[in-house]
């Protein structure tokens, strides 16, 4: 059968002093017990927290202060080589959460292992325990709190996820590992989107007014807002307290347009659907297909996102393996005679 479609579009605040590093960080790891050690990455020296959950230099963190994401990022103080992960991303687990003492140890475990689960399944990403050959990859630590660095991949070395079992052990918290490797994939928080302020109404009155602040530097790719990202932050995030008649009341620093729960904003427990979008957007554009028009799911014609814009285009030379290829990526049977 002679197939019409097409070949595929040209294919496609307050500063807070952190301890570091970790109290696990140079402990042998458990499964890479013969590969020499390797540093962690330059980047990872004399760091701030910014952000709640990123930390930078001391430098980047005045520029931060001063100016925003947007400042930061313009700035050269921001590394400007910041690779992308290929889809095999390498990771190690360190011995504070490889091997458990406490049940809380053994938490954080399962939720490294769930997140990188979700990751590995939802996506063209491949997360495998590093080898020796691996020089820049993930190191999940056990630390005092939870936090990566900077955003993106390092050039060279160990890149830090710390966890902590408070932000990374619980049940409520199974995909602050995801939160936070999605950091090290480059996204930043859903809440300081360029277009959040027709989604989210900041109070002035919040604690950390710097974290509050929108960031027009990070792209979209014409992914809608997502109130139940991972990546965004509850509204009890830089709450305050307010006196009212002779009371001190919690007050949220954030009011959600959502019409669900506003509870439910902040949820840690599954990546949402543009969630993937998003890795799929950046790591794995050739994902990127949908049939239109159909009468039902396993007809219509092919569609290929190109640079955030869907279309099609006809041409010769697409075969019935082109269109095999096609038919898995969308969960169909192969191609009928
Ligand atoms: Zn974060």
Redesign the pocket.
């Known amino acids: 059968m002679r197939l019409i479609i097409a070949i595929i579009i040209c294919m496609i605040v307050n500063v807070i002093s952190v301890e570091i590093p970790p109290a696990d960080y140079f402990d042998e790891n458990i499964e890479n017990e013969s590969c020499p050690e390797v540093e962690r990455a330059e980047d990872e020296k004399d760091l701030v927290l910014i ?4 930390l930078v230099s001391k430098e980047q963190a005045a520029i931060y202060y001063e100016s925003g994401w947007d400042g930061l990022v313009n700035s050269e103080a921001w590394s400007p080589t910041k690779a992308r992960w290929s889809k095999r991303i390498p990771y190690q687990v360190g011995a504070g959460i490889s091997a458990p003492v406490t049940v809380g140890d053994g938490r954080i475990k399962a939720n490294v292992e769930n997140s990188i689960a979700e990751l590995n399944g939802r996506t063209c990403l491949s997360f495998e325990a590093k080898t020796c050959k691996d020089t820049a990859f993930i190191k999940f630590v056990k630390g005092d709190a939870c ?2 660095i900077e955003l993106g991949k390092p050039n060279h070395g160990a890149r830090t996820i710390s966890l902590a079992y408070s932000c990374g052990g619980t049940a409520k918290r199974a995909r602050t590992p995801a ?2 490797v999605m ?1 090290t994939l480059g996204r930043a ?1 859903e809440q300081t989107r360029s277009d959040r302020d027709d989604y989210v109404t900041i109070d002035a009155r919040n604690t950390c007014s710097t974290q509050m602040a929108k960031n027009n530097n990070f792209r979209l790719y014409g992914i809608g807002y997502d109130f139940l990202s991972v ?1 965004h932050y509850s509204q009890w995030q830089c709450a305050f307290y307010y006196a009212y008649q002779g009371q001190q009341l919690l007050v949220p620093s954030m009011i959600f347009k959502y019409k669900g729960k506003a509870d439910d904003v902040g949820q840690r427990l599954i990546l949402s659907d543009k969630d993937i979008q998003h890795i799929k957007a950046v790591h794995c554009p050739s994902m990127m297909m949908r049939l239109v028009g159909g009468r039902d799911n396993s007809e219509g014609r092919l569609e290929v996102n190109n640079e955030e814009v869907w279309g099609t285009v006809c041409s010769d030379g697409f075969d019935r393996n082109d269109a095999n290829v096609v038919c898995k990526y969308l969960g169909r049977p192969d191609v009928e005679e």
């Open positions: 952000d709640g959950d990123i936090y990566t939160h936070e950091h928080h990546m």
